[in-house]
């Protein structure tokens, strides 16, 4: 079969300003490079279409029509909530123009909300639920649909059928690699984080699934509590592929928790320090997950920075929405990751259900005093398959525009905030007092010649940036999009990348 598998541009826009966030963080969409090698491997041909990679048109009918031009049997879309509606869009444009085209959405939206999707969008064909690499295979396969599981349907009546769900995939060592090779341009063209880096080209990875925490915010639809994993061996010949294939220097590992499972750790950090690769990684790790001997072995494997979730400095917030995390703990992991000659990333949420005026100021002074190498605010937005959504409509005022749900507006503000604005305003005097700290601006300015190809990046998309810089101006009004943040959260739900 000929397949299709579109990654949407979705919307990463502030009303009134220009969207930047793919020129300061483009990442290239690792779960359905994952699935084109799966179906490959089956015989099928295969192609992807990233919306916001090189040589994508732009506006959805012009997307439409690329796609089209491959002339495929099949065309599936991993969709985000803020990416859904222009996945729609492009599939009503390809319905519109060759009826027989097969449409099957899949991706963290579609596992949380479900049937009613097929029910109220009509040019949806089928759904996939959960991990999409089997379920896509039988279905180009030609396995009647009735009998995949994982897929939600039209049946004769033209009613919606759930099949049962899939189980899911128990030996991710048994994939192939991501199919890195259909993105035009590949690594070149797809950035890191500025700052983050200080080799390039960059690249990024995914080496488990799962988590088994409960973060009210985090939206678990497609990998649910269960948490699997490659094994050490497999991650470094991933890694090595990477650098023999096309030379990549650095890795960000988008894990929701790299380190959970100390020995497979310990054994990529044993394979990385007697072969080197020369390549630097970045990771994220939990309070509780980060020893000093594992810090230490990270370093030596060639860990340049390492992020921790951290979401708020109120202590009762962080109760409620991260329980099990407490401010010390985060104290003495950021100074503990420093002391072992790593960089520490701060991941922080502002507007959780809760928050007030007074924990944002708690919030910003307990960021500064962690001097942290690095910080990403997101602006929380709560999703549909986050747990948090039970209640969200009860705890404040929710703006369900999918277009928006994107953690660069703010869509949600808690019932004891005055009002969107006074958000924004806080918003943006919290990363400004950041960047502006002296503390943070020394150490920046000693790791300067380290910055020269972020820098030289900056300098080249200079007037894109001087306008998303704009936002931070008092007299320019809020509301507006912190897009050169480094934004880890861009491009993914609730910092997990969508499948």
């Known amino acids: 079969m000929r397949i299709v598998l579109v990654h949407p541009a979705g919307s990463n826009w502030v009303a009134g300003e220009?969207?930047?966030?793919?020129?300061?963080?483009?990442?290239?969409?690792?779960?359905?490079?994952?699935?084109?090698?799966?179906?490959?491997?089956?015989?099928?041909?295969?192609?992807?279409?990233?919306?916001l990679g090189t040589g994508a048109a732009p506006g959805i009918r012009a997307n439409a029509q690329q796609i089209l031009n491959h002339?495929?049997?099949?065309?599936?879309?991993?969709?985000?909530?803020?990416?859904?509606?222009?996945?729609?869009?492009?599939a009503a444009q390809i319905k519109a123009s060759r009826p027989d085209i097969r449409t099957v959405f899949g991706g963290v939206h579609i596992s949380a909300i479900g049937t009613p999707l097929l029910d109220d969008y009509p040019h949806l064909d089928y759904l996939c639920m959960g991990?999409?690499?089997?379920?896509?295979?039988?279905?180009?396969?030609?396995?009647?649909?009735?009998?995949?599981?994982?897929?939600?349907?039209?049946?004769?009546?033209?009613?919606?059928?759930?099949?049962?769900?899939?189980?899911?995939?128990?030996?991710?060592?048994?994939?192939?690699?991501?199919?890195y090779e259909k993105l035009p341009g590949f690594p070149q063209k797809y950035n890191l984080p500025l700052f983050s880096y200080i080799r390039t080209p960059g690249a990024t990875m995914v080496t488990s699934r799962g988590c088994p925490y409960q973060c009210s915010y985090c939206d678990r639809s497609v990998f649910k509590s269960g948490y699997r994993y490659n094994s050490a061996e497999y991650i470094y010949e991933h890694m090595r592929y990477l650098r023999n294939r096309?030379?990549?220097?650095?890795?960000?590992?988008?894990?929701?928790?790299?380190?959970?499972?100390?020995?497979r750790i310990t054994e990529l950090c044993e394979?990385?320090?007697?072969?080197?690769?020369?390549?630097?990684?970045?990771?994220?790790?939990?309070?509780?997950?980060?020893?000093?001997?594992l810090l230490a072995m990270l370093k030596a494997a060639g860990c340049l920075m390492v992020s921790l979730g951290i979401e708020t400095g109120d202590p009762e917030l962080l109760a409620i929405h991260k329980p099990g995390v407490y401010l010390e703990?985060?104290?003495?992991?950021?100074?503990?990751?420093?002391?072992?000659?790593?960089?520490?990333?701060?991941?922080?949420?502002?507007?959780?259900?809760?928050?007030?005026?007074?924990?944002?100021?708690?919030?910003?002074?307990?960021?500064?005093?962690l001097d942290l190498d690095d910080m990403n605010m997101a602006k929380f937005t709560p999703f549909p398959g986050a747990p948090v959504w039970q209640t969200i409509f009860d705890q404040g005022e929710m703006e369900e525009d999918w277009r928006k749900m994107n953690c660069l507006n703010f869509v949600f503000v808690p019932e004891q905030?005055?009002?969107?604005?006074?958000?924004?305003?806080?918003?943006?005097?919290?990363?400004?007092?950041?960047?502006?700290?002296?503390?943070?601006?020394?150490?920046?300015?000693?790791?300067?010649?380290?910055?020269?190809?972020?820098?030289?990046?900056?300098?080249?998309?200079?007037?894109?940036?001087?306008?998303?810089m704009r936002t931070f101006?008092?007299?320019?009004?809020?509301?507006t999009n912190e897009s050169v943040r480094g934004p880890d959260d861009t491009r993914k739900q609730t910092r997990g990348e969508p499948v």
């Open 473 to 479: 101006d008092p007299k320019h009004k809020a509301g």
């Open 246 to 263: 096309f030379g990549v220097r650095h890795i960000n590992i988008y894990d929701d928790l790299f380190t959970l499972h100390r020995k």
């Open 131 to 179: 991990e999409g690499e089997q379920t896509l295979a039988e279905l180009a396969g030609g396995r009647e649909a009735g009998e995949i599981d994982g897929l939600v349907w039209r049946g004769p009546d033209g009613n919606a059928v759930s099949n049962p769900p899939r189980g899911h995939l128990p030996e991710l060592d048994a994939l192939p690699f991501p199919a």
């Open 417 to 468: 905030m005055d009002s969107r604005q006074a958000l924004d305003n806080l918003y943006n005097w919290h990363v400004k007092r950041f960047y502006s700290d002296p503390k943070w601006r020394r150490r920046f300015a000693r790791r300067i010649w380290q910055h020269r190809h972020s820098l030289l990046y900056l300098a080249k998309h200079l007037p894109a940036f001087l306008s998303a």
């Open 329 to 369: 703990g985060v104290k003495d992991t950021v100074r503990r990751i420093q002391a072992a000659g790593l960089r520490a990333k701060g991941l922080f949420m502002m507007g959780l259900p809760g928050e007030s005026a007074e924990s944002i100021r708690k919030t910003s002074d307990f960021v500064l005093s």
């Open 18 to 51: 220009k969207d930047v966030a793919a020129v300061a963080n483009r990442m290239a969409p690792l779960g359905l490079l994952s699935i084109a090698a799966y179906l490959e491997r089956q015989g099928h041909s295969v192609i992807v279409h990233d919306c």
């Open 71 to 90: 002339s495929p049997d099949l065309v599936g879309f991993s969709a985000t909530t803020a990416g859904f509606l222009d996945g729609y869009d492009m």
């Open 271 to 293: 394979l990385l320090t007697s072969r080197p690769l020369g390549i630097h990684f970045n990771c994220a790790v939990r309070v509780g997950h980060a020893d000093d001997d």
